[in-house]
């Protein structure tokens, strides 16, 4: 299988989905004019026209809400928003209107509008550049939330996105742009609402998303030359939740930590351990950890950048803690 970066994985993707349905449109700021900040819309202008890959002012209002316009009206736009951050600009027409439109017309409507927003922690991009923000969005009945951690995923979740009937936020970690990985030729779709079982284990369940699986697994790797086999689940996407998937390790582990880059406090980890405890208590062997940042902005500074950040000795070390 060819090995190609997470950022050619999601252009493939939006080409595709392009070529076989001409109502799938791009609008944004900069992708026409630069082909996205992360190489990710590049050459989609001359291949379909600038009339398909549409330069936006800097409104993000003014964007989500053409995106919703032309979604009720029959196209299938994908919305780049340049940086997770500037939704909080949007957050009516995500919130009051994406979210709810189909709602308010009694499902006499669909509204598939794909919403794409580069998240996370980067090269000291600051407190308003390198938010995780999705726990926000967990909370909103009528939106799909989808994570991908790797280019197949990418890939995949987005063609499934694009051809969803309703808004899905598409939440890509700028830090996983550049990585590289194997990704399937042909039309692969990856199911919105089904997460995977990455690596087999028996003894703690680990349950991560985005960058942050790429640091679970080699904590995964690094704990079983200690005689700790962990079991590591990608959810891929976190509304709708597979709590299914997350249910059946934990009944054969005993054991949960969740990881995510995001402030801790109030995160996917705290409803994932919520549905736990309410549900599977009497499988837990252990108190249920959850690592995420601590309750600070990002800060500019690389040095306390650092410290906000969830690394792989992390994760071991909060595994040990509950295997001894």
Request: contains cysteine; aromatic residues 6%; proline residues 6%.
């Given at each position: 299988?060819?090995?190609?970066?997470?950022?050619?994985?999601?252009?493939e993707a939006m080409s595709e989905e392009m070529e076989r349905d001409e109502r799938v449109f791009i609008m944004g700021e900069d992708i026409a004019?630069?082909?996205?900040?992360?190489?990710?819309?590049?050459?989609?202008?001359?291949?379909?026209?600038?009339?398909?890959?549409?330069?936006?002012?800097?409104?993000?209002?003014?964007?989500?809400?053409?995106?919703?316009?032309?979604?009720?009206?029959?196209?299938?736009?994908?919305?780049?928003?340049?940086?997770?951050?500037?939704?909080?600009?949007?957050?009516?027409?995500?919130?009051?209107?994406?979210?709810?439109?189909?709602?308010?017309?009694?499902?006499?409507?669909?509204?598939?509008?794909?919403?794409?927003?580069?998240?996370?922690?980067?090269?000291?991009?600051?407190?308003?550049?390198?938010?995780?923000?999705?726990?926000?969005?967990?909370?909103?009945?009528?939106?799909?939330?989808?994570?991908?951690?790797?280019?197949?995923?990418?890939?995949?979740?987005?063609?499934?996105?694009?051809?969803?009937?309703?808004?899905?936020?598409?939440?890509?970690?700028?830090?996983?742009?550049?990585?590289?990985?194997?990704?399937?030729?042909?039309?692969?779709?990856?199911?919105?609402?089904?997460?995977?079982?990455?690596?087999?284990?028996?003894?703690?369940?680990?349950?991560?998303?985005?960058?942050?699986?790429?640091?679970?697994?080699?904590?995964?790797?690094?704990?079983?030359?200690?005689?700790?086999?962990?079991?590591?689940?990608?959810?891929?996407?976190?509304?709708?939740?597979?709590?299914?998937?997350?249910?059946?390790?934990?009944?054969?582990?005993?054991?949960?930590?969740?990881?995510?880059?995001?402030?801790?406090?109030?995160?996917?980890?705290?409803?994932?351990?919520?549905?736990?405890?309410?549900?599977?208590?009497?499988?837990?062997?252990?108190?249920?950890?959850?690592?995420?940042?601590?309750?600070?902005?990002?800060?500019?500074?690389?040095?306390?950048?650092?410290?906000?950040?969830?690394?792989?000795?992390?994760?071991?070390?909060?595994?040990?803690?509950?295997?001894?």
């Open positions: 299988m060819r090995e190609i970066s997470f950022s050619e994985a999601t252009l004019r630069q082909g996205g900040i992360f190489g990710q819309f590049k050459g989609l202008p001359q291949k379909f026209g600038v009339e398909r890959v549409l330069d936006t002012p800097i409104s993000e209002t003014a964007i989500v809400g053409a995106g919703v316009g032309a979604a009720l009206a029959g196209m299938r736009p994908v919305v780049d928003m340049h940086f997770a951050d500037f939704i909080t600009v949007a957050m009516d027409e995500v919130v009051n209107q994406m979210a709810k439109v189909c709602y308010m017309f009694g499902g006499q409507c669909s509204l598939p509008l794909v919403l794409r927003a580069p998240d996370g922690i980067i090269r000291s991009a600051a407190a308003q550049h390198s938010q995780s923000l999705e726990a926000w969005f967990l909370h909103i009945p009528g939106l799909k939330v989808v994570i991908p951690s790797n280019p197949a995923d990418a890939k995949g979740l987005l063609k499934a996105a694009i051809r969803s009937e309703d808004p899905v936020l598409y939440f890509e970690h700028k830090a996983l742009f550049a990585t590289k990985g194997p990704v399937p030729d042909g039309d692969v779709l990856v199911p919105i609402g089904k997460a995977r079982v990455v690596r087999e284990g028996a003894d703690v369940t680990l349950v991560s998303y985005s960058l942050m699986m790429n640091k679970v697994l080699k904590a995964a790797e690094k704990l079983a030359q200690d005689g700790i086999e962990a079991e590591a689940i990608d959810l891929r996407t976190i509304s709708p939740l597979d709590k299914d998937t997350i249910f059946a390790s934990v009944a054969k582990t005993k054991r949960l930590v969740i990881v995510h880059e995001a402030v801790k406090t109030g995160g996917v980890g705290a409803e994932i351990a919520a549905l736990v405890a309410e549900e599977m208590l009497d499988y837990l062997d252990a108190p249920i950890i959850r690592l995420g940042a601590p309750f600070v902005p990002v800060p500019f500074s690389p040095a306390l950048e650092k410290l906000v950040k969830i690394e792989v000795e992390d994760i071991v070390k909060a595994v040990q803690g509950i295997c001894q």
